[in-house]
T-cell receptor
Framework: DVKVTQSSRYLVKRTGEKVFLECVQDMDHENMFWYRQDPGLGLRLIYFSYDVKMKEKGDIPEGYSVSREKKERFSLILESASTNQTSMYLC?????????????FGPGTRLTVT | AQTVTQSQPEMSVQEAETVTLSCTYDTSESDYYLFWYKQPPSRQMILVIRQEAYKQQNATENRFSVNFQKAAKSFSLKISDSQLGDAAMYFCAYKTGYALNFGKGTSLLVTP
């Protein structure tokens, strides 16, 4: 079974803290993605990685950075958390060669910044 | 940038009835993929159905089917014989390149 896991389902952090969100996939996928989901806004792409150590900015990268040192793991970093980063964060992965072009999603991390 | 529009923030359907969720998109590409994803209240996003733009035949997966109108840039999802388990947020998504562009979602309520 395809599996994407995220380190926490719920997270509460204080303003100014450095926050790490971890995502692991077990499907040997090349591509990994971080989305942010807010009510009425749908999903918006923060960053993606098309291979190990490679990364590209998405639509809303400000305030975020990412790290991909190993193929199976993609981390999202909030250097200094702010209240406007309170949101649901979804990780996804995809095989470059997959005929279906499908992205597989993790369960999400609900982050609250106080 | 490509945009995806879901004009129905909320929809309601009775069990066993049929419902259609609308999606339009804007693109200048000729080759792309379209998807419908479902997100139940537990939040795990799963793929419902996908359509390759070069295929004229509409995709079907059991009770789920699409009406793909390429010229009109329309990609609606039809759910037949609706079940309580179909209640969820439904997102239409467009893919070209690496990432997906999502619509804002339609919340589907299924009533007994």
């Amino acid at each position: 079974d395809v599996k994407v896991t995220q380190s926490s389902r719920y997270l509460v952090k204080r303003t100014g803290e450095k926050v790490f969100l971890e995502c692991v996939q077990d499907m040997d996928h090349e591509n990994m993605f971080w989305y942010r989901q807010d009510p009425g806004l749908g999903l918006r792409l923060i960053y993606f990685s098309y291979d190990v150590k490679m990364k590209e900015k998405g639509d809303i990268p400000e305030g975020y950075s990412v790290s991909r040192e190993k193929k199976e793991r993609f981390s999202l970093i909030l250097e200094s958390a702010s209240t406007n980063q309170t949101s649901m964060y979804l990780c996804a992965s995809r095989s470059t060669g997959g005929a279906k072009q499908e992205q597989y999603f993790g369960p999400g991390t609900r982050l609250t910044v106080t | 940038a490509q945009t995806v529009t879901q004009s129905q923030p909320e929809m309601s359907v009775q069990e066993a009835e049929t419902v259609t969720l609308s999606c339009t998109y804007d693109t200048s590409e000729s080759d792309y993929y379209l998807f419908w994803y479902k997100q139940p209240p537990s939040r795990q996003m799963i793929l419902v159905i996908r359509q390759e733009a070069y295929k004229q035949q509409n995709a079907t997966e059991n009770r789920f089917s699409v009406n793909f109108q390429k010229a009109a840039k329309s990609f609606s999802l039809k759910i037949s014989d609706s079940q309580l388990g179909d209640a969820a947020m439904y997102f239409c998504a467009y893919k070209t390149g690496y990432a997906l562009n999502f619509g804002k979602g339609t919340s589907l309520l299924v009533t007994p």
